[in-house]
C-alpha cells in the first residue's frame, strides 16, 4: 500500500473525509476507488458513495478476497444508513466470514454490528440481543466499543431498561472522546437526547402529564393497572393482555381507562369503538357483545361492571388506572415514528420496518406528502422518503406494537 493510500486510510478513521479525498481524489484504482466511497459516505452522498464502493470491489481482483470483502461491509454500512433495509445480509454474512478466516477481527465485528442495527431498526430485538452477547467489545478500538455500546443502549430503551441504557451511553461517550471522531460524539449526544426526551403521555383522573423513559419504566412496575395505548396492551406489573389485534376490544377499554373511577355512557363507548354519531339497536347490541368479550380478556385484571349509564372499569388488585398515550397521537403515527430518526427511507424499508404491504406504506406516504409531513427525493427505486424529527420527542414508543420486543 502506497503513502497517499495510507495516509488517506488514516484520515478516514480519524473522521476527516475532506483530508482523505485531497490525497486520492483524482486515481482510480480500487484502494482508492473504495476510500473516495467511504469518504463520500462519510459526508453525506450516499449514491455517490455505493456506486464508489461497488466499483472498487469488481477492481479488486479475485486473489484479493479480503479487500473485496471489505468492500462489501461498507455498502453494507452505505446501505443501512439510506435505510436500504433489503439489502442482502446474506452478502454481508460471506464477507463477515472471509474476514474472520482471513484475521481481519475488527472488520468481521463491525460486519456483525451492522447487522445488529438492522435487526434493531426492523424490530427484531431479541435476535439483536443474542447476537450482540456473542460479541466481546474490550480488545476493538474506542471506535467500535462506542458502537458496541450505543446498539446496547438502543436495545435496553426498547426494553424499557433505562438504568443500562444510561450507563451504556456512558461507556459510549468514554470511547467517542477517546476515538475523537465528530460524528461518533455527535451519535452518543443524539442518543442521550432520545434518553431524555418525552417518551409517553399519562392519562389519569381527566389529567394528562409527559413521561420520560425513566417515568415509564417507574409506572410499568407500579400497582396501577395501564391501558398502554404505545403498545396496545393492558397491563399490570405481573400480567399483560395483548389487544394489538382487537382494535375495537382496545378502543373500549382505552375510553373506560380514561373515565376510571367514573362510567362511560353507552352511546359514548359505541361512538368511540365502532366510530359513528348516531347509536341504534344494533349498535347497542354489538357493544353488549363486544363488553362481554373484553369482560373476558381483562378477568385476570379488571372486570367491566355495567352501571345506569354505561359501563365502569374495575381494577381487581391494582390501586388505580391510568391511560399511557403516545406524546403525539395522529394518523400514520407509526410512519413517522421511523422517519422521525432524520434519515432518508425507502417505501420498501418502512414495509419491512413495519410490517405492512409496501402498497399500504405508499398509500400512506402519499397522504402525508399531501400534508406536507414528509417529503421525497429521487425517482423509482431510488426514491426516498424523509420528514425532520419531531423536537422534543423521543421515538422509543412511537414504534408499532410489533416491534415493540416485550
Not at 72 to 97: F, G, Q, Y
Request: hydrophobic letters at 50%; aromatic letters at 4%.
Amino acid at each position: 500500500m502506497d503513502s497517499l493510500i495510507t495516509a488517506a486510510a488514516r484520515a478516514l478513521a480519524a473522521g476527516d473525509p475532506l483530508g482523505a479525498l485531497n490525497r486520492v481524489a483524482l486515481r482510480d484504482d480500487a484502494p482508492a476507488l473504495a476510500l473516495r466511497g467511504i469518504a463520500m459516505a462519510q459526508l453525506g452522498d450516499l449514491v455517490r458513495a455505493k456506486a464508489l464502493v461497488r466499483s472498487a470491489a469488481r477492481a479488486f481482483g479475485s486473489k484479493e478476497a479480503v479487500a473485496r470483502a471489505r468492500c462489501v461491509v461498507a455498502e453494507a454500512e452505505i446501505a443501512l444508513v439510506s435505510r436500504d433495509l433489503n439489502w442482502p445480509t446474506k452478502a454481508l454474512d460471506a464477507a463477515r466470514a472471509t474476514l474472520e478466516a482471513h484475521g481481519d477481527r475488527l472488520n468481521a465485528a463491525h460486519a456483525r454490528y451492522l447487522g445488529v442495527r438492522r435487526l434493531l431498526l426492523i424490530g427484531r430485538i431479541d435476535d439483536a440481543e443474542r447476537t450482540l452477547d456473542a460479541l466481546d467489545p474490550t480488545p476493538f478500538p474506542p471506535a467500535l466499543r462506542a458502537a458496541h455500546e450505543l446498539v446496547v443502549a438502543g436495545i435496553a430503551m426498547r426494553r424499557l431498561r433505562t438504568k443500562p441504557a444510561r450507563a451504556a451511553l456512558a461507556r459510549a461517550e468514554r470511547a467517542a472522546q477517546q476515538a475523537r471522531i465528530p460524528a461518533l460524539a455527535a451519535e452518543v449526544e443524539s442518543a442521550y437526547l432520545v434518553l431524555n426526551a418525552p417518551a409517553a403521555r399519562l392519562i389519569a383522573r381527566g389529567e394528562e402529564r409527559l413521561l420520560l423513559l425513566d417515568d415509564v419504566e417507574a409506572l410499568l412496575a407500579s400497582e396501577a393497572l395501564v391501558v398502554d395505548a404505545c403498545r396496545l396492551v393492558v397491563r399490570d406489573a405481573r400480567t399483560r393482555v395483548p389487544l394489538a389485534s382487537r382494535p375495537v376490544l382496545f378502543a373500549l377499554a382505552r375510553a373506560l381507562g380514561e373515565a376510571w373511577p367514573s362510567d362511560v355512557p353507552r352511546d359514548v363507548l359505541i361512538a368511540r369503538a365502532f366510530r359513528t354519531k348516531h347509536a341504534d339497536e344494533t349498535h347497542r347490541a354489538r357493544l353488549r357483545v363486544e363488553i362481554g368479550r373484553l369482560r373476558a380478556m381483562l378477568g385476570p385484571l379488571a372486570d367491566v361492571n355495567a352501571t345506569k349509564q354505561g359501563f365502569a372499569l374495575s381494577p381487581r388488585g391494582a390501586r388505580e388506572v391510568v391511560v399511557m398515550a403516545r406524546p403525539v397521537e395522529e394518523a400514520h403515527a407509526a410512519m413517522l415514528a421511523c422517519l422521525a430518526d432524520g434519515e432518508s427511507w425507502s417505501s420498501s424499508a418502512l414495509a419491512l420496518a413495519l410490517g405492512a404491504s409496501q402498497r399500504t406504506v405508499q398509500r400512506a406516504l402519499d397522504s402525508l406528502a399531501t400534508a406536507g409531513k414528509v417529503q421525497s427525493f429521487g425517482r423509482g427505486r431510488a426514491r426516498r422518503w424523509m420528514t425532520p424529527p419531531v423536537p422534543g420527542f423521543t421515538t422509543t414508543l412511537l414504534l408499532p406494537a410489533s416491534l415493540s420486543g416485550d
